[in-house]
């Protein structure tokens, strides 16, 4: 499948993550955060490649790696973090070997980023390992500029809602926001078909999102926080409607992936990685830690770590939740029908 896209770069707001890491230690208990590989034995490779972005999914797998928990050390995992600026490269690099286990969007992964050569799941190379993120209320949103307004869907009198000049910007076709967009639109009678509607702009970047509903170049914009809140913020803008509703409601947004032959080879320490990011999910991912490591990080504004809408983060794989987001995908078009979700959770084959 091939649509016009630009390559998103994942929640920047939130570079530099890792220099709040340490402060955030001391809001979470070390006994749930220390290692340890729950009886699974010693790890069949001790080196793990992590490649991951500066994300709010990501805070409890920083916290595991610093030096004041070292829980991946502790279960016998040496982890080299390698940090990418987009989801797409962190792919790439991820089909090519040159990390082992990567973190990001189900949407953008499952779908090889609208990328043939980065499909890894239509290849049958792509196990989810782990579980990072999922939404919550209002933690995905249509914003627009003050005095601006939701549009009035459906149309009436057969109006074309892509040629109505209403438009919204994404910061990809194959991102968590547009699944939520697309969903939202069919709810209200207006199904849009990916890359081929003009109401739809894909910009690239949440923060050039931002900047075009302020100007006015846009109408209105799908973001997930932080930059919902940095929207009202930063550019005065209002959440329209909450995009993380109806069939979005709760979808599994962020995860932990690595290839089939990476499982099957090593499958001792695939299971050491998963138990540790259990632990880590149950603690790193209360809000005092998540606000703490956010608050401390380069660049972030205090004022959007406390009054940002947050997420969950899910212990455990479960099939019958990823079916939301697997549903989400197929109904977007930014798959070619539904993925088998049992499989792409299966970690022995």
Known sequence: MSHPRRTARRRRLL??????????????????????????????????????????????FEIGISPSYHSFSDAG???TEQKFASESDELAALAQNKIDIAYGEYSQFLSGDGNASQDLTAKNQMRIVSEAYDAAPDTIALVVRKGGVAPNLPLQNGRDFCKSGYTIGVSS????????????????STPVAIGNCAGIVNLGDPTTVI?????????????????????????????????????????????????????????????????????????????????????TAAGN???????????TYPTVVLPAKLEIVNRLMDSA?????????????????
């Open 301 to 311: 504004d205090p004022l959007v770590t406390t009054a940002m809408q947050l997420g």
């Open 77 to 79: 995992l040496a982890i």
């Open 173 to 188: 076709y194959y991102s968590t926001e547009y699944l939520a967009l697309s969903n939202w639109l069919q709810s209200q």
């Open 211 to 295: 900047k075009a509903v302020a100007s006015g170049q846009i109408t209105a914009g799908a973001l997930q926080e932080p930059y919902v809140t940095a929207g009202e913020i930063d550019a005065s803008l209002r959440v329209a409607a909450d995009l993380a509703s109806g069939n979005a409601a709760d979808m599994p947004v962020d995860g932990y992936f690595a290839t089939t032959d990476f499982v099957t080879r090593y499958p001792r320490t695939t299971a050491i990685f998963a138990a540790v990011m259990a632990k880590l999910q149950a603690t790193g991912g209360q809000r005092i830690a998540v606000e703490t490591a956010l608050g």
């Open 333 to 349: 078009g930014t798959i070619n029908g539904p993925l088998d979700v049992a499989t792409l959770t299966n970690l022995t084959a």
């Open 15 to 60: 570079t530099g993550l890792a220099l709040g890491v340490a402060a955030a230690s001391v809001a979470v208990s070390a006994t749930a955060c220390s290692g340890g590989s729950s009886g699974l034995g010693s790890p069949d490779t001790t080196n793990l490649r992590v490649g991951v972005v500066d994300s709010v999914g990501v805070v409890p």
